[in-house]
């Protein structure tokens, strides 16, 4: 039953575009070109030479499309997770932009089932998708994580925090018109079911990084309540961008769009290890520590705290409190030995003895008191 919800559910998340906006065929030089998929003419990312296409193969059998865009300037790698219903081709334009306004290298790459990727497309093949591009970036790149910005738009949100909760040394997030899951876009739920797809309200707590969260307040597909919500459980969140009007699929065009995402990725560059260490501080709100010179220690070292308590109220020779870690806390009367009795102390006087309280442990009552005078007054008359 829960299968069955899960491959309705994504048949509602993924709209490849039929037919594919590009082909891959391979240059009399051995490397990947694209092609348009209309006509066999060259596009105009052939002649792209900081362009490089990639052919990934993933655990579960699919060989996936990449493009890698380099940047000479680039001291930070994005790796980008388009949305639902797009493809490498209709997205070359907005990479390089994107590489050139912020300086960084960027790795784009199609899921399985969309362009020229094999295999179809699910939740469980993204997220091997994804997984076999940051393993690429790893070993073909020298990309290490520090240096390493995930991105990831509409239900690329998915597979982008499925890799940052594994990875803890991660540089940065940022999620674009994301979901919190794939049944409360389509039901609005208010519970997490197993046959839900992309869970990101669950997995949004595990990431260690800034996350920037940029949404629309007009988007009809994706409510603005999900983007408001991955911001507020994200434990290192980053200032956010709501776009007063925009949309789902129009973000890219206000001006505040890539404005803050340069101020995000400078941002980034500029932090090192101790910065970001007091800014998780900050956001923990951790208490100082007290200072020990300062504090009341015993003569015998074991505790740094003295507790006053009350003096035993029949027998003023009763010692003072002693330390709470190292003996009896309650203070034993000189007379008899053993700890007064507080509720007996409190109870009215013996009519007999016309005592206020007794030190026995044993008088809890008027009886005691009364047995121990009637002795007293035995022996006297005898």
């Not at 006053?308 to 029949?314: G, I």
């Amino acid at each position: 039953m829960g299968c069955m919800f899960s491959q309705l559910a994504a048949k509602f998340a993924f709209f490849p575009p039929s037919p594919p906006t590009y082909q891959i065929k391979k240059g009399d030089n051995g490397k990947l070109t694209v092609v348009s998929s209309s006509s066999s003419t060259p596009t105009p990312v052939a002649d792209d030479t900081s362009l490089d296409v990639l052919l990934i193969d993933t655990k579960r059998g699919n060989k996936i499309v990449a493009f890698y865009l380099k940047n000479p300037c680039a001291r930070l790698t994005v790796l980008y997770s388009h949305g639902n219903a797009a493809d490498l081709g209709q997205l070359y334009d907005l990479f390089v932009q994107l590489k050139v306004n912020l300086r960084v290298n960027l790795m784009g790459y199609d899921y399985s089932g969309y362009g020229a990727s094999t295999g179809k497309p699910s939740e469980s093949n993204t997220y091997a998708d994804i997984e076999a591009v940051y393993q690429c970036l790893q070993t073909q790149y020298g990309i290490s994580q520090e240096d390493l910005i995930l991105y990831g738009q509409s239900v690329g949100s998915g597979p982008t925090l499925h890799l940052a909760a594994k990875l803890p040394r991660l540089r940065g997030v940022v999620l674009h018109s994301g979901i919190l899951s794939g049944l409360r876009v389509l039901c609005h739920v208010k519970f997490t079911f197993c046959f839900d797809i992309y869970q990101n309200i669950n997995k949004i707590r595990k990431v260690k990084c800034p996350v920037l969260v940029i949404h629309g307040t007009e988007d009809e597909v994706v409510n603005w309540l999900h983007g408001n919500g991955l911001w507020k459980m994200a434990r290192e969140p980053y200032e956010p961008l709501w776009i007063k009007g925009g949309g789902h699929c129009n973000l890219e065009l206000y001006p505040d769009y890539i404005r803050h995402l340069c101020k995000f990725i400078y941002e980034m560059e500029n932090m090192t290890t101790e910065i970001r260490l007091k800014r998780i501080r900050q956001s923990l709100r951790l208490p100082t520590r007290p200072n020990t010179t300062t504090s009341s220690v015993t003569s015998n070292g074991c505790c740094k705290i003295q507790l006053c308590q009350p003096k035993c109220p029949r027998c003023p020779k009763c010692p003072k409190p002693r330390c709470t870690n190292c003996c009896c806390w309650w203070p034993k009367c000189s007379c008899c030995w053993r700890p007064s009795c507080l509720n007996c102390c409190r109870k009215p006087k013996c009519p007999k003895c016309l005592l206020g309280s007794c030190c026995c442990i044993k008088c809890s009552q008027w009886r005691c008191c009364v047995d121990s005078h009637n002795e007293l007054n035995g022996k006297q008359e005898g």
